[in-house]
């Protein structure tokens, strides 16, 4: 009988980008073949989620944005390998685009698309927080950023005693 790995969540971060009623997606290669997903990845030391999500956009879809407002956290564990995702998806505001900038390894492209057009092409999703994510965004989900706060200075040798 195999044992299960379980593994601690990784906090990912993805950016929820709409101009004129299309959203900003990336086309990506992945074990699974090309599949789309907003610009979105794993949360870096010293920067706080919404700045996560900024970053994310420029280097995966050539955008500068500036998020505005938390849409949801969400958890996703990948039934492939139980791998277990914690995302904060932000709604961002396009500012704007950075011609000519490479975008990270193995992004393909960036695409503006439609709703109806992500609904029908949801089997080429990376995965259903693509979707889940945009419908929240569409239906109006919207947090203060200063939901998600940052802790830090005096007392964080607290909890180690």
Known sequence: MSERIV????????????RDGAFL???ERTRGGLRLNQPAGHLEAGETPAEGAARETLEEA???????????????????NG??????????RPVA???G???????VDAVWLPYDEIVER?????????LRCIEDYRA???WPLDLVQDVAGEGAGVLAR
């Open 7 to 18: 593994l601690r969540p990784a906090v990912t971060v993805a950016a929820i980008v709409e």
């Open 83 to 92: 791998a277990t995702f914690v995302r904060f998806a932000f709604a961002a």
């Open 140 to 142: 109006g989900r919207r």
């Open 122 to 130: 949801r089997d080429e999703h990376r995965s259903p927080l693509v």
């Open 97 to 99: 685009a950075v011609p």
């Open 25 to 27: 997606l990336v086309r």
């Open 62 to 80: 050539a955008w500068n944005v500036v998020a505005t407002s938390l849409v949801g956290v969400y958890r996703w564990e990948a039934p492939d």
């Open 101 to 107: 900038r490479p975008l990270d390894r193995g992004i």
